[in-house]
Structures are given as structure tokens and as C-alpha cells.
């Protein structure tokens, strides 16, 4: 079955670096979200990326969608303590009838 | 207006008893979807419902099921519940008739301990 894998798996950083988490599919994806955890909660969406090799930006993040829509990426610029959670992806197939999460990746932010 | 609300929010239960859990979507979303997360790890898609209709199920035994109100709230029972069971079982709802179409709000969960 389809795959969904998020490398890093942790990512330790200090306040002010950049931060990138990369997500690989095992097969084309109709569309590509972002989802956002904090530790002890749910899952906040963040965005929706659905063109081949388009690029949408919020604040100090940045999202990517793959030319071949089988990977994606999130990069933040200049981490801050509120960043800290676990980065997810999540791959929509099927003409968006099924969406697989990725591993994931933690995100933690040291002072 | 009110959020993607799960009830309860934490249960332990025996192996072998029965679960329920509740979930009543944003208003004016059709779509519900249930998903079990396992410490560390993503969530699992377990089964879609768009308009009382089952639109997707995961890669679960027959003894999860679920189901879905004529008011768009939804069910998921659980039998037999084995030590493996032991998950944050989320409850998302959306607009779109594809799970993947359109963006899921979750609720807080279910914390469900199988003892």
C-alpha cells in the first residue's frame, strides 16, 4: 500500500536556525497537506499544496510541492520556541478520496 | 461555533470488553473521519462517513466499526479490545465528500487504555 515517509525523524535546534522536514510518497499524490501538533493535543491544519512544484509561504514558513507531486517539504526560518511540535504530512490519493500521514517529524527548540 | 467535539476523553477498559466513542463535527461539515494514533507515530486512517455513507475504511480488523448520524455526528465501536488498542483515537471533520480534498479539523480525542 502507499507510503508516506517524513525524514527527519527528531530535529533539535536552537532558537534562530532554520528548520526543514521532508516528506516522500511512494506514489503520485493528487494534493499534499501540512498538519501541525503540539505535544498533548490534535492535529491543526496548515496547508494545502495541490499544483506540481508549487511554493506557498506563511510568515516564517515555507511549503513545497514536488514537481513529480511524490515529495514535499517545509522549511521555517529562524525557529522560535512556539514551533515546537511534530510536523506532519499528509498525502491525498485516489482523486482525494484517501490521505495517508507521514511518520512525522519533531520539532523541538532550545533556547 | 463550536469545534470538532469527542467524548470521552480519556477511558480504560478491560481486554475483551467493548468500546464507544462519540464524535459531533463542525456544524455544516458532512464529512466525518476516524483515526488512531499510536504514541510517536501518525495518525491511521480507520473509516470516512460523507452524508451517513461509508466512503473509506483503513486497514482495521471487522472489529473496529463505525457509523454516522442523520445529524452528521458519528460512532466508532471497538470489540474485543486487545492491549494493541491502546491509542489517542482522533475524530476529524471536513466539508469535501473526499477525505483528501479539503482540510481536516480534529477534535482533542479519545484516550483509550486497554488494560
Known amino acids: 500500500g502507499q507510503q508516506v515517509m517524513q525524514i527527519p525523524q527528531y530535529q533539535h535546534v536552537q532558537e534562530g536556525e532554520d528548520f526543514t522536514t521532508y516528506c516522500n510518497s511512494s506514489?503520485?499524490?493528487?494534493?499534499i497537506q501540512w498538519y501541525k501538533q503540539r505535544p498533548g493535543g490534535h492535529p491543526v491544519f496548515l496547508i494545502q499544496?495541490?499544483?506540481?512544484?508549487e511554493v506557498k509561504k506563511q510568515k516564517r514558513l515555507t511549503f513545497q510541492f514536488g514537481e513529480a507531486k511524490k515529495n514535499s517539504s517545509l522549511h521555517i526560518t529562524a525557529t522560535q520556541t512556539t514551533d515546537v511540535g511534530t510536523y506532519f504530512c499528509?498525502?491525498?490519493?485516489?482523486?482525494?478520496?484517501?490521505?495517508?500521514f507521514g511518520t512525522g517529524t519533531q520539532l523541538k527548540v532550545e533556547l | 461555533d463550536a469545534g470538532v467535539t469527542q467524548s470521552p476523553t480519556h477511558l480504560i477498559k478491560t481486554r475483551g470488553q467493548h468500546v464507544t466513542l462519540r464524535c459531533s463535527p463542525i456544524?455544516?461539515?458532512?464529512?466525518v473521519s476516524w483515526y488512531q494514533q499510536v504514541l510517536g507515530q501518525g495518525p491511521q486512517f480507520i473509516f470516512q462517513?460523507?452524508?451517513?455513507?461509508?466512503?473509506g475504511r483503513g486497514n482495521f480488523p471487522d472489529r473496529f466499526s463505525a457509523r454516522q448520524f442523520p445529524n452528521y455526528s458519528s460512532e466508532l465501536n471497538v470489540n474485543a479490545l486487545l492491549l494493541g488498542d491502546s491509542a489517542l483515537y482522533l475524530c476529524?471533520?471536513?466539508?469535501?465528500?473526499?477525505?483528501?480534498?479539503?482540510?481536516?479539523?480534529f477534535g482533542n480525542g479519545t484516550r483509550l487504555t486497554v488494560t
Open positions: 462517513y460523507y452524508e451517513k455513507e461509508e466512503r
Open positions: 506514489t503520485t499524490l493528487s494534493n
Open positions: 456544524s455544516g461539515h458532512k464529512s
Open positions: 499528509a498525502g491525498a490519493t485516489g482523486g482525494g478520496n484517501k490521505l495517508t
Open positions: 499544496l495541490v499544483k506540481s512544484g
Open positions: 476529524a471533520s471536513s466539508l469535501a465528500r473526499g477525505v483528501g480534498n479539503s482540510p481536516l479539523h
